[in-house]
């Protein structure tokens, strides 16, 4: 007669959530090995039930409680029993380590539906069961991956889709087509080409815009990263081998998308920069003494707390927090501009407007022909150095020019590209509000709004000897009371080339134009 004391747990397991869903399968395993302990003599001790978790992989939820469960000699267990061999593992290897770790404890593994006994032959045949069930899942992966790739070379993007795209089908067949937070993926892309701020600012700019995943959340840094660098977003496919062109529509042009590799790439040994900004210190860095010293900050400590001041490291150069910003503010606003002045510039801009927008539109078509022309440049370079006629060495340091200079050219396409269909009245309101008041309007901006506003102002920085501030170069949006007529003049606080190419000159409208609507983002930010 069995031997009443036995105690055996129960393992069900189905891989599908169609199959949780119905639920009849998990039913019909309990029920077997339910009945199996019965006939064999075993007291149920406890019932574990994965609910769809693959068998490819050991590292299951109630697979693992079980085998800890198993691990406690007081709880007596002396059989593991399930439906079939594969609801315990579809790989062999893991299989023979479950076993093993049962082994161990003293544990069996039984199958309601395949027989075999604890002797040479019947160890043999598990290990043909176990091998069967690894050669049954091993087709339907070999099936599974033939059919991703035939949809591959097809054109069709068959996994989860990613953020700013959505899983459809389309004649019955599976795809991806943009949903609503297309736009919000675009503009995070142009952003970036723009190489103006860093990318940490730019992704909780977005964010704070709504760009979230799927389940609502805010976009993490990680995935942000990973998003500029995915080929799915000019319309490439790779995976499995495969490298195709897809048959879904793109969200941005593989221009922009190379302009954005080549800022990432530049930008990886700015990190440490932007992680010494310090909210409580915006001007540091920023303002210089006469003789060369940087201005920093530090928190000095009071009797009942501790208080932010500003100093150079020279004697007598220290400044309370308050103080300094406040002389700063009233640097800014001695270029307040008048409601006279107001009425003129909105006049001239008004004016000059269809004008810019031709000068940009021709800029850009030489900008543009210029990036070909640096392209070849690199490829006759690469061609020399094949040939032998130049080192390495030289190669590398050529090459790393070039692609600073597309970098920079490209950046000023991206940022012009749309100047014609931006709204110039809200950016005229936004600049007026601004001169109107720049000291208040400073104050109120977030840290790298701030520290943009501030180099777009005064590009070669402000120094300040510790009773006047004074600068060597000044935006000309703050010099309107100097009138509208500017002059030829280059690019705002300009990277000057190393490859002694100068551009053609802005002509003065289109650059004031151009750098009104630059400060307005920065203040829209």
Same mark, same amino acid.
């Given at each position: ?30 029920? !077997? ?27 299951? #939820?109630?697979? #693992? ?19 079939? $061999? ?20 003293? @544990? ?20 043909? @069961? ?27 993007? /068959? ?8 899983? &459809? ?15 919000? $993926? $675009? ?10 701020? *860093? ?34 977003? /000019? ?16 969200? &941005? ?21 932007? +992680? ?9 860095? =920023? &303002?210089?003494?006469?003789?060369? +010293?940087?201005? #920093? ?30 002389? =700063? ?5 001695? =270029? ?32 543009? !022909?210029?990036? $070909? ?63 109107? !008041?720049?000291?208040? /309007? ?6 790298? *709004? ?20 004074? #600068? ?19 690019? /705002? ?11 053609? +000159? ?5 650059? =004031? ?13």
């Amino acid at each position: 007669m069995p031997n009443a004391n036995k105690k055996a747990v129960i393992y069900c397991r189905v891989s599908t959530k169609e199959q949780v869903d119905e639920g009849g399968s998990l039913a019909t395993q309990e029920k !077997n090995c339910r009945e199996y302990a019965l006939k064999s003599g075993y007291d149920i001790a406890s019932v574990f039930i994965e609910q769809g978790e693959s068998a490819k992989t050991k590292d299951r #939820t109630e697979l #693992t409680k079980l085998l800890t469960y198993c691990s406690s000699r007081k709880n007596g267990i002396s059989a593991v029993i399930a439906y079939k $061999v594969d609801r315990i593992a579809r790989n062999i290897d893991d299989y023979r380590q479950i076993r093993l770790l049962l082994k161990k404890h003293g @544990i069996e593994i039984k199958s309601t539906s395949e027989y075999f006994e604890d002797t040479p032959a019947g160890r043999f045949m598990e290990n043909i @069961i176990a091998n069967v069930a690894q050669f049954d899942n091993d087709v339907r992966t070999e099936r599974c991956v033939g059919g991703m790739k035939e949809a591959i070379r097809e054109g069709r993007f /068959v996994w989860g889709a990613p953020l700013g795209y959505s899983n &459809i089908k389309i004649g019955g067949k599976s795809n991806i087509a943009p949903n609503d937070m297309a736009s919000l $993926v $675009v503009q995070a892309f142009n952003e970036v080409a723009k190489n103006i701020q *860093s990318v940490n600012e730019i992704h909780r700019q977005m964010v704070r815009a709504g760009l979230a995943n799927k389940k609502g959340k805010p976009v993490s840094k990680g995935y942000f990263y990973s998003m500029l660098t995915n080929e799915l977003y /000019v319309g490439h496919i790779n995976g499995l081998g495969e490298h195709v062109k897809g048959v879904f529509e793109p969200l &941005i042009s593989q221009e922009l998308f190379d302009q954005v590799q080549r800022v990432l790439k530049r930008r990886t040994h700015r990190t440490v920069m932007y +992680k010494r900004d310090n909210e409580a210190f915006p001007l540091r860095r =920023f &303002i210089f003494h006469p003789t060369g +010293k940087k201005l #920093t900050g530090c928190w000095c400590k009071g009797r009942n707390n501790k208080y932010p001041y500003y100093l150079f490291h020279l004697k007598g150069m220290m400044f309370r927090k308050e103080y300094l910003e406040t002389a =700063f503010k009233l640097f800014l606003n001695q =270029f307040k501009m008048s409601e006279e002045q107001y009425s003129k510039l909105e006049k001239y801009v008004r004016q000059n407007l269809i004008q810019s927008i031709e000068g940009q539109r021709k800029q850009n078509v030489q900008s543009e !022909n210029y990036v $070909v022309e640096l392209k070849e440049r690199q490829k006759a370079l690469i061609q020399k150095n094949i040939s032998g006629i130049i080192s390495d060495a030289l190669l590398k340091e050529q090459l790393d020019l070039i692609e600073e200079e597309i970098t920079r050219i490209s950046s000023s396409i991206i940022s012009y590209s749309g100047f014609e269909k931006r709204h110039i009245a809200g950016a005229l309101d936004l600049v007026v509000k601004y001169l109107k !008041n720049p000291g208040a /309007v400073w104050e109120m901006l977030p840290l790298q *709004s701030k520290l943009r506003l501030q180099w777009f102002n005064f590009p070669k920085g402000v120094s300040f000897d510790g009773k006047k501030f004074q #600068t060597a170069e000044i935006c000309r949006l703050l010099t309107t009371k100097e009138g509208f007529e500017p002059s030829l003049s280059s690019w /705002v606080n300009p990277r000057k080339s190393k490859l002694n190419r100068n551009l053609p +000159k802005y002509v003065g409208a289109q650059q =004031f134009i151009q750098q009104m609507v630059e400060l307005s983002e920065i203040l829209s930010d």
